[in-house]
């Protein structure tokens, strides 16, 4: 039976903007049930890999202009070390890689977060993507390039409207190595830019982001 598919999402309640759930995404599109030279098996019970991953916005600022573009990269080798085991593990010829990536307004009045994908024009440059299917304004779905060395992601996200924003990147999932099964493996993200705008989420939601949503977040204001 295939996985369900999972995405990261807003959850809404009255007036209280609950925070963004970064879950590692289970998509249709990375995952089967067959195992054959082409295919794998996941581990039914437990993932044996578990990998730390970055991402980044740039330019890094707290106020961008309508018709502006912030890119959005991730790459990481395919050499990693393991975090469960402390081991290294040469991650190659994976059948997929890939996560989530959601687009919040933040609503200063209602003091609550919206999906605003149709505020923003997404292009990539390396990797592809497609809008999240049951849910279309909550944003994109990703797929990394493997090249010879590494797993990569290019986003370019042109700025159409104002407002006050939030970009959630999700943990990444692979079903596993191409013919190998149990290789099934999640991806810890940290979107590393030094300086988040946490400001603007805090003003606008009246409260602050913790720690485990903090470090998957970027905040932006667009006039």
């Not at 195992?35 to 578990?50: E, L, Q, R, V, W």
């Not at 997929?96 to 990536?101: A, L, R, V």
């Not at 497609?130 to 797929?143: A, E, F, H, M, R």
């Amino acid at each position: 039976m295939l996985n369900k598919v999972t995405t990261n999402i807003y959850t809404y309640m009255g007036s209280n903007f609950l925070k963004l759930l970064l879950l590692t995404i289970l998509s249709l599109f990375l995952f089967g049930s067959t195992c054959n030279k082409d295919g794998s098996k996941p581990c039914s019970m437990a993932t044996p890999y578990s990998f730390n991953v970055t991402s980044e916005f740039k330019p890094q600022k707290e106020i961008y202009n309508v018709g502006d573009t912030i890119f959005l990269t991730s790459t990481f080798p395919k050499l990693l070390t393991n975090l469960i085991s402390s081991q290294q593990v040469d991650y190659s010829n994976s059948l997929s890689i890939g996560g989530s990536i959601t687009f919040g307004l933040l609503d200063t009045i209602f003091k609550t977060g919206i999906d605003s994908y149709s505020k923003f024009k997404v292009s990539s440059t390396i990797g592809s993507f497609s809008q999240i299917t049951n849910t279309p304004n909550k944003g994109i779905i990703t797929n990394y390039l493997e090249t010879s060395t590494e797993y990569k992601v290019s986003l370019g996200i042109k700025l159409l409207e104002k407002g006050l924003f939030v970009i959630g990147i999700s943990n990444l999932n692979s079903n596993g190595l191409r013919g190998k099964d149990c290789t099934n493996a999640g991806f810890n993200m940290t979107v590393t830019n030094s300086n988040k705008n946490l400001n603007l989420f805090q003003y606008a939601l009246g409260y602050p982001a913790d720690n485990m949503l903090a470090k998957n977040i970027y905040c932006f204001r667009v006039q």
